[in-house]
């Protein structure tokens, strides 16, 4: 069974009395199978966002449907909604949205403490996450006492500690020097590939998009093209470079800031 | 675009963060001007006020004016650090300083005169409210009437003024101190949480055991002298406590991993730890304020309940009146009391010689005087006594006996020695055989002397004395006598007789008790309101930085119900750790006047305890309330 199925999203913004409407998403569909590491690529506008919002159960579709694991996400409410997405989900986003009060280990620790899982457990998990991913040393730092990549692998441990079905990771390496991206996405790869993680990110960097397994490319709302990864990266590269070029060099901006 | 154009859309962009500094200056020129208005009606000075009561009105004055400088000053720098940021752009965008202090300037204007006035407006609103309670806390007939003093006016505005430019000269300083970067770094940059020092500990242990040890022993004598050591020793103890204390607790809490990682415990201690040096301040000033507005008011309102008994003890004979007033003869007296239905029990007419005083010879200079109130005949006296249903004097070890209200160091010689000889002044030497701690003609001091000896006095006059069966109800009565007698006799009349009675003090005491607490409640309240805005002021201060976090933690599945309980368990502390160390301080209070004046007793000041905590409570779930709406207000992204 697929882990997550995107069957016919349409997402439009802008409701009955405002003059203007966007249809962001148009009768999208994506399916992502259990291990894989998708990529979603698009130019500015194209509806990644969107698409990333609706996955994370953060927006709702206008119409169309999710489903994670084979459950609808359509009748969850609320507190239900929140319960669904920290058991079932984990997110970076381009922000690390890690929390300034709290040092690396205690933001690590949050999904599963809210989930009233037990002193040691927490402990044991942690270390061996922070280990995986290179920063058991700064576990005691505070998120301001250490670097841009330092922080994004400890969003990332975040997001995997409960083993999420799924993992969303919206332009993990926007705010990160090319080195600490490539150090990151590196470490992404060996969680996909060794841990058995599910990861869907959206990007902008080709060089992270090289990373994937897969790419699903969007323009204005709709799917556009695909790409699968052979065993060279560097042709995988330049394939994608192609792509871009292809979807219309000019309208792609490669300075793009988010928001 | 001028500046003052760039000023107005400030404040108008930043309503939330100038609305707070903007009431909190309003409250503080609203309370200072009520007062001002009262330290300048012309009645303070009246008949109707206790003697002294303008510099003690001064002295509050003073203490709000206090209160004002230290609460605007915090609301300001709360209000500049919310919006360091902003100011850090403008300074990018190439704003130049001259041209910042100035907008800082111009937005001090506008709001520092828009509270001035609206202060004023509130304060005048309020000014006759505030007049109707205390003619009624006075229990005047006529209530005090309204008056609008220019002086007070003035007074505001130039002591606001004052402080307004002062805030505007110092956040030029401060902003001319440190660069852009700083004021962006200053804007994002975590505190770093305080470290403990086994020094600090130590001291705060020391300074806390000194100031409590002296609230347990300090005595009536030394109690001016240790005051204002101890409040410090207080003080400081308490900053200790909070900042040491703190630490410490979030060190043990994180020490407990059962504890510290279960749940939302997570979240809560890993904030408290990272704010703690933040927290530790409000704690302290809270605490503070509460310490002193509790005990302030529970003492005061002690006083003003043992009125009664104090009235007895220091008139425990009815009523007294010394020497014959012309036209007020024993029976206008007795005819009066019967007007008004008062049961008389016992009442007795003595002969008196007034005044006069004792010399002994043989003790030390500084106490071997003596006034006497009155001297008093054996015989009349015992018969007193006996009415009373006393034990009668025996003159058996010398010739005169002392009567005294209260001990002191004579008795004490007195009692060593045995009898002593004393000059009696005007009338030769007499013996001091015998003294007694009794106090049967409302007098501080008497000298009973055999009839022979008082026989040789001279300017004999007569002691009328009176014990009703209730004296609450002859209250009326004695009132009317009083104004009776006062009416006749000019006031500057040397025998002027005097009357005291257990209901003229009662009535006299309870409308000084009762301007006392008014005053004490006043400066309660207003310490009260000013620990709400103090925590409403870090709150929301916070907020800016909280919403955010819980914000992100939103975005990875946090439960709003899980946000209030995070949000409840850090509220909870800060509201109430300072304000249960602040009722404990009130007892030690108690304990410590309870020493120096036998009146002063636990339960008033539980009452007043009980009720500031359950007005603090209220004030706290209303907060609460606010702040999780306002924090779960924004949806996410």
Not at chain 1, 141 to 167: D, M
Request: hydrophobic share 50%; charged share 15%.
């Amino acid at each position: 069974m697929p882990v997550l199925q995107a069957q016919n999203l349409t997402k439009i913004y802008g409701g009955q009395r405002s003059a203007v409407t966007v249809k962001a998403l148009d009768s999208f569909n994506l399916t992502v199978e259990k291990g894989e590491f998708v990529g979603i690529m698009g130019p500015s506008g194209s509806g990644k966002t969107t698409l990333l919002q609706l996955l994370g159960t953060i927006d709702v579709p206008t119409s169309g449907e999710i489903l994670v694991g084979g459950q609808s996400l359509a009748g969850l409410k609320g507190d239900q909604l929140a319960l669904f997405r920290r058991r079932n989900l984990g997110f970076i986003f381009q922000d690390f949205n890690l929390l300034d009060s709290l040092t690396l280990k205690e933001n690590i620790m949050v999904p599963l403490a809210l989930e009233g899982k037990p002193a040691g457990e927490l402990e044991a998990r942690t270390q061996a996450i922070a280990k995986r991913l290179g920063i058991a040393e700064v576990l005691q730092h505070y998120p301001y006492q250490v670097s841009g990549g330092q922080k994004q692998r400890a969003a990332a441990a975040r997001a995997l500690i409960h083993e999420p079905a799924l993992i969303l990771a919206d332009e993990p390496t926007g705010n990160l020097d090319s080195k600490a991206a490539r150090s990151l996405m590196e470490s992404l790869e060996r969680l996909n590939a060794e841990g058995g993680a599910t990861i869907l990110m959206v990007t902008h960097d080709p060089v992270s998009a090289s990373y994937c397994k897969r790419i699903q490319f969007i323009k204005d709302g709709r799917p556009f093209t695909e790409l699968r990864r052979g065993s060279d990266q560097a042709a995988f590269f330049h394939q994608i470079l192609d792509v871009l070029s292809a979807m219309g060099g000019e309208s792609y901006d490669l300075t793009y800031a988010r928001r | 675009m001028s500046i003052w154009h760039i000023a107005w859309q400030n404040v108008r962009h930043q309503a939330r963060s100038y609305m707070a500094f903007f009431f909190s200056s309003t409250f503080a020129v609203w309370m200072f001007f009520l007062y001002a208005s009262l330290l300048y009606h012309p009645e303070v000075e009246g008949p109707h006020f206790p003697d002294g009561v303008k510099t003690l009105l001064s002295g509050v004055e003073i203490l709000v004016a206090l209160f004002a400088v230290v609460f605007v000053f915090y609301a300001h720098s709360a209000f500049l650090k919310a919006r360091l940021r902003e100011l850090a752009t403008l300074q990018l965008l190439g704003m130049m300083h001259r041209q910042l202090t100035r907008l800082l300037a111009t937005e001090l204007i506008l709001m520092g005169s828009g509270a001035i006035g609206l202060g004023v407006g509130f304060g005048l609103a309020f000014l006759h409210l505030f007049l109707l309670t205390m003619s009624r806390v006075l229990r005047l007939d006529q209530p005090i009437p309204f008056h609008l003093s220019w002086e007070a006016v003035g007074l505001t505005l130039g002591a606001f003024v004052l402080i307004f430019v002062t805030i505007a000269l110092l956040s030029r300083r401060m902003l001319r101190r440190s660069g852009i970067a700083q004021l962006f770094a200053a804007a994002a940059k975590p505190k770093e949480p305080p470290a403990t020092s086994p020094w600090l500990v130590l001291l705060c242990l020391v300074t806390l055991v000194c100031a409590y040890g002296m609230v347990l022993t300090v005595e009536a004598e030394r109690f001016a002298r240790l005051f204002l050591p101890m409040m410090s020793a207080l003080a400081l103890g308490t900053y200790l406590l909070f900042t040491q204390g703190s630490v410490a607790l979030v060190k043990w809490l994180k020490g407990r991993r059962a504890i510290y990682l279960r749940r939302t415990n997570l979240l809560t201690i890993a904030q408290l730890a990272y704010k703690v040096r933040d927290n530790a301040r409000i704690l302290f000033l809270i605490a503070m304020l509460s310490t002193i507005s509790i005990t302030v008011m529970g003492l005061f309102y002690n006083l003003y309940l043992s009125t009664a008994k104090e009235a007895e003890r220091i008139n425990p004979i009815h009523l007294t009146i010394a020497g014959s007033p012309a036209g007020m003869a024993p029976e206008r007296v007795t005819a009066i009391l019967r007007e008004h239905g008062v049961q008389v029990v016992a009442q007795a007419t003595i002969p008196a010689v007034g005044g006069g005083g004792l010399r002994f010879a043989d003790l030390p200079a500084n106490y071997a005087h003596q006034a006497v109130g009155w001297i008093l005949p054996l015989s009349d006296m015992n018969r007193w006594l006996a009415a009373l249903g006393r034990s009668p004097i025996a003159l058996d070890r010398g010739d005169a006996a002392l009567l005294m209200r209260q001990e002191n160091r004579l008795m004490e010689e007195l009692r060593r020695h045995g009898p002593m000889e004393a000059e009696l002044e005007g009338s030769g030497r007499i013996t001091v055989g015998t003294y007694l701690m009794d106090d049967p003609i409302n007098q501080f001091s008497a000298l009973v002397v055999t009839d022979e000896q008082f026989a040789r006095l001279k300017g004999a006059t007569a002691l009328h004395l009176y014990r009703f069966a209730d004296w609450q109800a002859a209250q009326p009565a004695l009132l009317q006598i009083r104004s009776e007698i006062l009416d006749r006799w000019p006031p500057a009349f040397a025998s002027r007789p005097s009357i005291r009675g257990t209901g003229i003090f009662f009535h006299e005491s309870l409308q000084a008790a009762g301007f006392f607490l008014f005053l004490a409640t006043f400066v309660g309240v207003l310490f009260f309101l000013g620990s709400c805005n103090l925590l409403y002021f870090k709150l929301f201060n916070d907020l800016m930085e909280e919403r955010p976090q819980f914000r992100s933690l939103g975005r990875v599945g946090i439960l709003p119900r899980e946000v209030r309980r995070v949000v409840s368990s850090q509220t909870l502390l800060l509201f109430f750790a300072p304000l249960l160390l602040a009722v404990f301080n009130a007892f030690m209070a108690v304990q410590m006047f309870g020493r120096m004046e036998a009146t002063i007793s636990w339960k008033p000041m539980a009452a007043i305890a009980l009720l500031y905590v359950t007005l603090f409570t209220g004030y706290f779930l209303v907060t609460r309330r606010t702040y999780v709406r306002a924090l779960l207000s924004q949806p996410l992204p």
